[in-house]
């Protein structure tokens, strides 16, 4: 199955010189862990909940000071729209993350799949074949 039938097209992005707290606020309001930082269409890094937790407050750094370029993941890690589930699941393993945005063939963002979204497809395909154990078990 590829990546852009199950990654979330409502991608929550800044610019990298939004300020912290506006991230902060967004992922709040959002009810996101993360927005994806953009230059133009194309993702450069990524801010999650725990970079504001591990930059800014465990580093007790001022965030009237800091922008999203100082503290996003700038080693991203994006997937193409066209690559399997299991190459999404074997990047994530691989590079220790819990979301890929995902990008077209120009290399612009496209969308964003996270461990929840593949989770969630694990659950519905095993019950699935739950279904089907069920329906083919002989009675006892």
Do not use: C, K
Not at 14 to 25: R, S, V, W
Not at 27 to 41: F, H, K, L
Not at 49 to 70: F, Y
Not at 87 to 115: F, Y
């Amino acid at each position: 199955m590829p990546v852009e039938a199950l990654a979330r097209s409502d991608v929550v992005t800044a610019t990298t010189g939004a300020p912290i707290h506006e991230l902060a606020t967004t992922m709040r309001d959002e009810d996101v862990g993360s927005v994806v930082v953009v230059d133009g269409d194309e993702p450069v890094g990524i801010v999650t909940d725990r970079d504001l937790t591990v930059h800014v407050l465990a580093e007790r750094a001022d965030p009237g000071d800091l922008s999203a370029e100082d503290v996003m993941s700038d080693d991203l890690q994006t997937i193409d729209h066209d690559a399997g589930f299991y190459r999404a699941t074997e990047l994530m393993s691989e590079r220790g993350v819990r979301r890929l945005p995902v990008t077209d063939a120009d290399g612009e963002l496209d969308g964003i799949i996270t461990v929840d979204d593949l989770n969630e497809l694990l659950a519905d395909e095993h019950q699935e074949l739950a279904s089907v154990v069920r329906a083919q078990r002989p009675p006892y």
